[in-house]
């Protein structure tokens, strides 16, 4: 922690009553805790999926691209109603779908103005990173590519959640560095604890507490190899990564990018495709 780090006393002591309580999420967040309450019935019915999903038209209307999209519609056999979407999806894509698009609600939140362009670049990473951790999942194996997807998704949730919170502290108001500094610092604990209220396996996040450690496994067999191997291919370099990345995990992560290179290449249609999808 450095030395001005004491401005961000005030902000997370703040969170974190709000993450040991009822948390006061932001109410572009509803419609996916709608739907994360649907899905933590173990007996749940399409229909009840449905009608959860149902409540927020942005919902549906992007599951409906998606159920039609190549990637999950190849024979090009389109589907027009809720039921159908649901059940050529399944339930891991209508969480990670609701997810996407409370995240991208508040990317457009006044909250997020200030600092548009970190939450902008930021949800761009997130959506190429869940395309590539898709791509890897499924054609190595071992862990299901809509998990590895969702986890790529999420990965930054704790990102936006600071900075919607900080726009109510003075303190962040045009000063970049003090924001990049709490970024950097707490981004990936408070994903971890928002991910764990909003009831995702604690593989996913784990993943997402675990991002940044250096993966010394020369095949991903897990989700958070996954998730690392996805942001080390991914091609955008965030703000508040530029200093944290050292000589020997640059050196790893160039090696990775050369090593996956060509599987990359053959997906390139797949991950445009998902992007396009999962973006608003």
């Not at 992560?253 to 990359?264: G, M, P, S």
Request: net charge negative; aromatic share 6%; proline share 4%.
């Amino acid at each position: 922690m450095s030395s001005g780090s004491s401005i961000h006393f005030r902000i997370l002591e703040d969170i974190a009553r709000d993450l040991s309580g009822d948390i006061n999420f932001p109410t572009c967040l509803d419609a996916a805790i709608l739907v994360r309450n649907a899905l933590k019935d173990p007996f749940a019915s399409t229909e009840q999926v449905v009608q959860a999903i149902s409540v927020e038209p942005l919902i549906s209307s992007k599951l409906l691209r998606l159920a039609n999209s190549v990637v999950y519609n190849p024979s090009g056999d389109e589907v027009s109603n809720l039921n159908a979407v649901v059940k050529r999806l399944g339930f891991d894509i209508v969480r990670t779908t609701s997810l996407a698009v409370a995240m991208d609600q508040m990317l457009r939140s006044r909250n997020l103005a200030a600092y548009d362009h970190i939450s902008r670049q930021t949800w761009e990473h997130s959506l190429q990173v869940a395309a590539i951790a898709r791509v890897l999942a499924r054609n190595l194996g071992r862990v299901q590519p809509e998990n590895a997807m969702l986890t790529g998704l999420v990965h930054n949730i704790g990102i936006f959640y600071l900075l919607f919170r900080a726009a109510e502290y003075p303190e962040y108001r045009n000063n970049e560095p003090a924001m990049i500094e709490l970024l950097a610092g707490w981004h990936e604990g408070i994903g971890e604890s928002l991910l764990h209220i909003l009831g995702l396996p604690a593989a996913i996040t784990d993943a997402v507490r675990d991002q940044s450690h250096l993966s010394r496994v020369e095949k991903p067999c897990t989700i958070s190899d996954i998730l690392y191997f996805a942001i080390a291919l991914s091609d955008n370099s965030l703000p508040w990564q530029r200093n944290l990345v050292d000589a020997e995990e640059e050196a790893r992560r160039e090696a990775d990018r050369v090593r996956y290179a060509d599987l990359l290449k053959s997906a390139e249609e797949d991950i445009i495709e998902l992007r396009g999808a999962l973006s608003a």
